[in-house]
């Protein structure tokens, strides 16, 4: 065995490590943060029938407990838009967030 | 000890029920089929306890295989050929997520031109996968080293999958004496299968083979590597350790009166037992000759070829593929580079596709050798001189 393998071999031995892709540290990634454009809801408009928590790809999009209301969870929505296509009231609108980034 | 009538195939599915495999998910496949059918049978009259699952495709048959490994038994697959190729994206998970399978491959060509006989040319596509490759002579070899692989792969500073190589028909359909173990017997040598690293463990769960960025893929390549050095030190110790408790004498590579040898073959696979006997006759009549066999493939022994092979004697290396589109054969490139480049080296293409490798090809060979010819380029030793008038067009006749 090289030399660099066999001092390879021991630090493998001593250490407390999974060898290969596993992974065991979970941490949930802020996907609200990719968003350039977010939905407002107009809840005038809105008659809570759930065609865009149904739609929602990425499933953010839950009723409130207390108000029974449709809420968008802006920590992980990334502003796909496919909400504001689906409401048949048209009480989702997407907005700009985020100026488009320029690289001069 | 039991001796049985057995051939290559036998010997592949006498050792896995030896192994107390506990999930079976073979795929048939022309020469490898006996070994499914014979796993099933053993299923189904309970000498072997084990869940059978009939997949759609090699492709599932080694997915499957790998999943009920994870879930901390020893599974088994074996395929031939196309059915390798076909499970070839799976061959890396395998290897990379260090899940220690060993899966019995029936050398078999590749399409096309479609042929359902011996080449070595599909284990050798697959051979930078990262899964230990053995090339065997006989039915006892094949037995006996699938056990051995089985401790090789499983050993944790190793954890790397394992091909048991056998040619196809003439090793797979070949049958032979073989001297079997009792389970008893086996236990002695290959312990129960422990998982380990990753796996699916309910006490300590972990996501296994998630995305990994560049900065740290390098590093996972070179555990595997390390790996196959590990190998390549612990397994002349686990010869050593099998040849004691069952009287046998394996060694990874097998010199065969190379020592005072004007001309030396390098081989593997079924034709190193022809090679034997040619030699022995060639001896009675005066010429020194010898064969270097190599049983162990990845991890490739460059120390041990070079230390086998004497400095003056002329070699030939018999690549049982092609090769195509490269200077030389695939085991030529691997003895060329382990003799760092030596002058009277030469290469032989023979037995593609089927092709008997007979006496008369090997004493060919070796006069050749004992000619001591300028160097030669990559020689198709047994082809017909008529190459091209194979296929007539035909003739429309008005």
Known sequence: MSRQSKKLLNQQRSSNSLVGPAGTRYSNVNTGDWRIHKPVVNTELCTLCGQCQDYCPADVINRDNDTGKLIVDMKYCKGCGICDTVCAKKAIKMEKEMEDIRYD | ????????????????????????????????????????????????????????????????????????????????????????????????????????????????????????????????????????????????????????????????????????FFLSHSMQTVSTLTLEEVKKFLPDYKAKNMFFDFDNPMIINNLTPPEEF???????????????????????????????????????????????????????????????????????????????????????????????CSVGVIDRSAGLGAQQGPVFLEVNAALSGRENLYGFIAGLGGRDITEKTIEGIFEKLLDNPDSIEKEWIDTNKDVFDLRKKTVVQK
């Open chain 2, 1 to 168: 000890m039991i001796k049985k009538m057995l051939d290559g195939n036998g010997a592949v599915a006498e050792a896995i029920k030896l192994a107390e495999v506990s999930v079976i998910s073979a795929y048939p496949i022309t020469p490898q089929s006996p070994i499914s059918e014979k796993l099933s049978e053993m299923v189904e009259n309970r000498e072997l306890d084990a869940k059978y699952i009939r997949v759609e495709s090699e492709h599932s048959a080694l997915s499957c295989a790998i999943g009920a490994q994870l879930s901390g038994v020893r599974a088994c697959t074996a395929t031939a050929s196309v059915g390798l190729a076909l499970m070839f994206e799976v061959l890396g998970v395998a290897s990379g997520c260090r899940v220690p399978l060993v899966m019995p491959v029936v050398n078999r060509a590749l399409v096309s031109p479609w042929s359902l006989w011996c080449d070595h040319q599909d284990s050798m596509a697959a051979r930078d996968t990262g899964w230990m490759q053995f090339y065997l002579e006989n039915a006892q070899e094949v037995f006996d080293f699938m056990l051995i692989a089985y401790k090789i792969a499983e050993d944790s500073d190793v954890m790397t999958p394992a091909m048991v190589c056998l040619d196809g």
């Open chain 2, 218 to 312: 390098s590093e996972m390549r070179l555990q595997q590597e390390i790996g196959f050095d590990n190998a390549l030190t612990l397994l002349p110790e686990i010869l050593v350790e099998f040849n004691e408790l069952y009287s046998k004498n394996y060694d990874i590579v097998e010199n065969y009166r190379c020592d005072d040898a004007d001309a030396i073959i390098v081989a593997m696979g079924s034709m190193t037992g022809t090679i034997k006997h040619v030699v022995n006759e060639m001896r009675k009549n005066g010429k020194k000759v010898g064969l270097l066999k190599i049983i162990l493939f990845r991890p490739f022994p460059f120390k041990r070829i070079s230390s086998e092979i004497n400095s003056s």
